[in-house]
């Protein structure tokens, strides 16, 4: 079995579905995971946004221009009054729903479920138009078998036993459709992967079945060596490692959902990224083996919204259990340490979510002294750095001679720099990288 992901775009438009077919009907047999159209959960941001805020009306009229948005959808892409009926009945069920919270309290567990809508309404557009065009299909309802532990994490022996089932209910059937994104909680109500789920949806689907490939289709040709929305000529990575595509994934490379990585290295199944607009292109395939085509810098990603954190204290010198103390406030408050570096009186780190800092600084001047300072950016370099022989670090760092760098880490992987440097620079630094890491 083979899982093909996709994304907003892919999906975002009559024509655009249209044009999935030949992409999905390729006599393989398969577990389609689709977004919402693109633009959809957003607007359903929107909607709960406005709900929260009381504003009943703004809500309502945000939901009619959805809702119209929707009808002229099933207006164009079929042709049979049967399959219209069929997609009406669905729009006009989750569209009464939406209309029927004005007026009602809002929370976050309905929230959650005005989230789903997206999804369940893609999935049943794309379903119901296959089977219009004589393509068999089985859609898949994901809040069946998605489902979330105590922690909030993916209930792998949960969606593994279920999913198994329901495939197999259909022995002969090719090709299965199902949402991304959506789940259940622990206490079974409807929840989510976070914004941008779906690529997280294919390879913990892809992990329950043991699927041979996931595929995560995209409106760009892979991932590329710098961020082509700040830097001009970049060009797409063909192969990357399972290490090297997390890092890039985590460090802002966009283009994946950071938790994606992880399930299908666990189980081994490669990872492509291919483009719906251009199907042909080569894309980046994420794999165990480490890339030995290429020594040295591969890409370059940036993160945005890092809070870095100083910490000095006297009785660092010399001293053990300095570090255990610090980072049992970060434990306390359940926030990650992203990047850290050491001097013998100091340490700096970095957060990104910077949700318990008051607290987290309250505690640490109990015992030395701390700096806070936002609006930094981690710039990550990927690549294979085993036996650094090639000066990677040099470039890199002749590269940004001009820039300040605020903090470095080399050596806590082999393939991984990371850099800290003020978020206004940002862009300066990936144009800077392309030029003289990558001669570009
Ligand atoms: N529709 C969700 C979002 O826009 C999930 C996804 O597209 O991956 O975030
Ligand atoms: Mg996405």
Known sequence: ???????????????????????????????????????????????????YALQDEK????????????????????????????ATKVIDEWFGYLKSLAGNVFSNLQERAVLAIGEILSTHLVHFYLLEIGVENVLLDALSFMK???????????????????VAQYPDNQLFITQGYICRNALGETANLQRGGSDYTASLVGAAINANE????????????????????????HELSFDEAAELAYFGAKILH????????????????????????????????????????????????????????????????????????????????DLITTSE???????DNPHALDNIVNELKDFCSVEVEHFQTIVCVVGNFALDKSGVARNVLSALEHI???????????????LLIESSRKIEVLKALNKGVFGL
């Open 345 to 351: 009186v100091a340490i700096s780190l970095t957060i």
């Open 1 to 51: 079995m083979i899982i093909k992901k996709f994304g907003g775009t892919s999906v975002g438009s009559v024509e655009r579905i249209q044009k999935l077919v030949p992409l999905i009907h390729d006599g393989q047999r398969k577990l389609v995971v689709l977004s919402a159209m693109s633009g959809t959960t957003n607007a359903l941001v929107e909607i709960s946004s406005a709900f």
């Open 258 to 337: 950071p938790s994606t990585i992880l399930p299908a290295k666990l189980k081994n199944i490669p990872v492509s990224i291919l483009n719906t607009m251009a199907p042909d292109q080569k894309g980046t395939m994420i794999t165990a083996k480490p890339t030995q085509d290429n020594q040295g810098v591969k890409a370059v990603a940036a993160k945005d919204g890092i809070t870095a954190i100083r910490i000095k204290s006297s009785r660092m010198l010399l001293a053990y259990g300095f570090l255990r103390k610090v980072f049992e406030v970060f434990e306390k408050y359940k926030t990650p340490i």
């Open 214 to 237: 996931v595929q995560i289709w995209t409106d760009i040709d892979g991932m590329h060596n710098n961020d082509p929305r700040f830097v001009d000529k970049t060009y797409p990575i």
């Open 148 to 166: 979330l532990n105590l922690q909030g994490e993916p209930d792998m022996e949960f969606i593994s036993k279920e999913l198994t089932l329901q």
């Open 59 to 86: 809500a309502t009229q945000l939901i009619l221009n959805l809702e119209n948005k929707y009808k002229q959808v099933i207006k164009d892409l079929y042709k049979q009054e049967t399959y219209a009926a069929k």
């Open 404 to 418: 300040p760098i605020r903090m470095i880490s080399y050596g806590g992987s082999e393939n991984n720099i990371s």
